[in-house]
């Protein structure tokens, strides 16, 4: 069987630079197809070397490479305005592509994200998405699917959708296919950081392709995006109502100002959720952790965003060579704790901030 597959995750508990990575892939390698089973409440940004950023909550970031394909399968959960306010903003980028959906995509509605607001106290964005794969887990006659929605999309967004099994096109491609996570491995409801203050579904691997339809026999390679201090959402929500977002495991919280102290660096390093716009709580490595969510994964490789965190030096470094001590350091032990080569290195935001080892 040809092995084709390319599957990029998240490594810790989000906000890892996901996108950055897929957006890299996908121009780099020329993908044929990607694919992914986003649901709203998780962002996903690319920032072109123009400094030009292209943010994401449905479309796979692989819309920045004209050449490829773009599928959303029947793992995504989609609130509509934000495909279509998708489909508008990037139609330039888009072109003449369509988005090929899978009819069994669920569809998020405000009943979903009043039932969130009302019940939900641990770690959530509230955008619904919880609500609505429980819903379509439990069958409910008022489930609605993409296929069911269809005619409820203005005419441009009917234009720029095609439903379809989006498994077969999968299926049917020799060339190269990227499937793009969300959220992250230590979000995983099952295999995540304390329960309940994890995402509503699993983020691993296998996870992935199975919302994509496609034999883990063809997968070719697993890459794992980390950073060198994981994240955490913001205790602070966007509904008016604080809530516990969990800790890591263990790990010490920090500040930013103690990581820019860290990293010798002026520049504000404070980060704010892509969906909430809340400031991200930040921690100290827990090696642990990547241990055991690489033994989950087990990933051909491991992409380290963020180096600049560890040694501001490293900022837009594009040599190997070049990197400061600490953060080769770092990387050696990352290397050497999970027995997976650091593959790519991510030195700023843009597209070329980035050392490729492959």
Partial sequence: MNKNVTIVLDGQAGSCGKGKISGYIAQKDNIEISTNNW?????HTYVKNTGEKIVVSHLPMAIINS?????????????????????????????ERKVYIHPRA????EKHRELERKLIRSGSTFKGCGAALAEKSMRLPQVELV????NNFSDYAKSKIEITDTSLILASSQSSILVEGAQGADLDIN?????????????????????????????????MVIRPYPIRISNKTNIGVDIYSGD?????????????????TDFELQEYTTVTKKVRRVFEMNWDRLKYNVRINNPTQIA?????????????????????TKVKDFIHRVEELTNTPV?????GERNCDIIDLR
Avoid at 39 to 43: D, I, P, R, V
Avoid at 251 to 261: D, G, P, V
Wanted: net charge neutral.
């Fill in 191 to 223: 295999y995540g950081l304390d329960y309940p203050n994890v995402t509503s579904r699993q983020c691993n691997a296998s996870q992935l392709i199975a919302d994509a339809g496609i034999s883990p026999f063809k997968v070719k390679d697993i890459i």
């Fill in 304 to 324: 380290l965003n963020f180096a600049q965190y560890i040694d501001w030096n490293a900022y837009r470094c594009n040599n190997y060579n070049d990197l400061p």
């Fill in 248 to 264: 890591y495991a263990g790990s010490k919280e920090l500040t930013w100002e103690e990581i820019k102290k860290r990293c010798n």
């Fill in 67 to 95: 050449n490829t394909k773009l599928c959303l399968n029947a793992g995504s959960i989609i609130t509509p305005e934000i495909l279509e306010n998708e489909l508008i903003k990037y139609k330039d980028i888009l072109g």
């Fill in 106 to 109: 669920m569809i998020i509605k």
């Fill in 343 to 347: 593959t790519m290195i991510g030195t």
């Fill in 147 to 150: 296929k069911d929605f269809y």
């Fill in 39 to 43: 649901s709203s409440n998780a962002g």
